[in-house]
């Protein structure tokens, strides 16, 4: 089935590493999205994309960074993660404006 | 940009009882609105979703409502049962091609 899938599921890391969590899609969407969801605060934007030349920072973007190296991979990096990037984090994909999004499975990370 | 209010945040029902969750939104050029369920440990899935220029649809036990005079949408679940126990997220879509959504509402069940 046509779908969005991010990886790693979970992540522990140490507070200064660099990391990076992808999204692969099948969907064939031009649109992609990075939202991390805190309790209490629903989803907030990071960063969007609508093709591979196109990226947008959204509410966010501080301390973070993507890359979209294909249609289909739409890639998260923490530069230098801390503590209160703690959350958990989903790619989601769109066919177009006034169009439901489709989420990825998620990536739990913990940064200590 | 977009904001987008959304109420209560806690909701218990007893099963069979009917959930209302109401949400607002400030820019007057949204024109879509989805509905979003979420399990615990599961990604937010779409339930159903309403455009502008309508100001009602169901689907089965659920159904969604606009105002766009007053910048409100609600979401209906009539004959609640466990299973709709979840976090629900309203999200409007302006011409900032973006979805925002609400802070979300955990929906419990009671048997």
Same mark, same amino acid.
């Given at each position: 089935?046509?779908?969005?899938?991010?990886?790693?599921?979970?992540?522990?890391?140490?507070?200064?590493?660099?990391? !990076?969590?992808?999204?692969?899609?099948?969907?064939?969407?031009?649109? !992609?999205?990075?939202?991390?969801?805190?309790?209490?605060?629903?989803?907030?934007?990071?960063?969007?994309?609508?093709?591979?030349?196109?990226?947008?920072?959204?509410?966010?973007?501080?301390?973070?960074?993507?890359?979209?190296?294909?249609?289909?991979?739409?890639?998260?990096?923490?530069?230098?993660?801390?503590?209160?990037?703690?959350?958990?984090?989903?790619?989601?994909?769109?066919?177009?404006?006034?169009?439901?999004?489709?989420?990825?499975?998620?990536?739990?990370?913990?940064?200590? | #940009? *977009?904001?987008?209010?959304?109420?209560?945040?806690? &909701?218990?029902?007893? *099963?069979?009882?009917?959930?209302?969750?109401?949400?607002? @939104?400030?820019?007057?050029?949204?024109? @879509?609105?989805?509905?979003?369920?979420? *399990? &615990?440990?599961?990604?937010?899935?779409?339930?159903?979703?309403?455009?502008?220029?309508?100001?009602?649809?169901?689907?089965?036990?659920?159904?969604?409502?606009?105002?766009?005079?007053?910048?409100?949408?609600?979401?209906?679940?009539?004959?609640?049962?466990? *299973?709709?126990?979840?976090?629900?997220?309203?999200?409007?879509?302006?011409?900032?091609?973006?979805?925002?959504? #609400?802070? #979300?509402?955990?929906?419990?069940?009671?048997?």
């Amino acid at each position: 089935d046509a779908d969005v899938t991010q990886t790693p599921r979970n992540r522990i890391t140490k507070t200064g590493k660099r990391i !990076m969590l992808e999204c692969s899609q099948t969907k064939g969407h031009d649109r !992609m999205y990075w939202y991390r969801q805190d309790p209490g605060l629903g989803l907030q934007l990071i960063y969007y994309s609508f093709d591979v030349k196109d990226i947008n920072k959204g509410e966010i973007s501080d301390g973070y960074s993507v890359s979209r190296q294909a249609q289909a991979k739409f890639s998260l990096s923490l530069e230098s993660a801390i503590p209160n990037q703690t959350a958990l984090y989903f790619c989601a994909t769109s066919e177009g404006s006034n169009y439901g999004y489709t989420f990825g499975s998620g990536t739990r990370l913990t940064v200590v | #940009g *977009e904001n987008v209010e959304q109420h209560p945040s806690t &909701l218990s029902v007893q *099963e069979g009882d009917s959930a209302v969750i109401k949400c607002t @939104y400030s820019d007057s050029a949204s024109n @879509y609105f989805p509905w979003y369920k979420q *399990e &615990l440990g599961k990604r937010p899935q779409l339930i159903i979703d309403i455009r502008s220029n309508v100001g009602e649809k169901k689907d089965q036990r659920i159904a969604v409502t606009l105002n766009k005079t007053a910048k409100h949408f609600s979401l209906h679940i009539t004959e609640t049962q466990p *299973e709709d126990s979840a976090v629900y997220f309203c999200a409007a879509h302006a011409n900032d091609y973006k979805l925002s959504f #609400g802070a #979300g509402t955990t929906v419990t069940v009671r048997a």
